[in-house]
């Protein structure tokens, strides 16, 4: 059973801002906006891209190989050349402290 672990302080992030963070053998996205926060992987599923190395505007990040865009709030992918979602992660605050539950595939 997954349990949530701190993955950062909500002081690490301003509004706007992603951090590349490695939890339990794989590499996540924090992302915030406003005072939420939300975790991805940091796995694009069209062939292996690494999406934190890609620009984000609003909700979605874009993949900086082919261009594939995904929802940063569920991992959905938006638009070809990805046809499946990359994992999401529920996250929680708690005081500072940032919390995620990493999810298995
Ligand atoms: S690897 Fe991401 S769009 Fe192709």
């Known amino acids: ?10 002081s690490d992030l301003t509004d706007g801002e992603k951090l590349l963070v490695e ?5 996540v996205i924090l992302f915030r906006i ?5 975790c991805i992987d940091d796995v694009c599923t ?16 874009e993949c ?4 594939a865009r995904f929802d940063m709030r569920t ?13 999401a992660h529920e996250v929680k605050v708690d005081g500072e402290d940032i919390l995620v539950k990493i999810k298995d595939e």
Request: hydrophobic letters at 30%; proline letters at 6%; aromatic letters at 8%.
């Open 75 to 87: 991992g959905k992918a938006m638009c070809m050349p990805a046809t499946k979602d990359t994992l």
């Open 34 to 38: 406003g005072n939420d926060f939300f």
């Open 1 to 10: 059973m997954p349990e949530f672990l701190k993955l950062a302080s909500v």
């Open 46 to 61: 069209h062939d292996g891209g690494t999406l934190s190395d890609g620009s984000h505007e609003g909700c979605e990040i």
């Open 64 to 67: 900086p190989r082919h261009g």
């Open 23 to 27: 939890a339990e053998d794989r590499f």
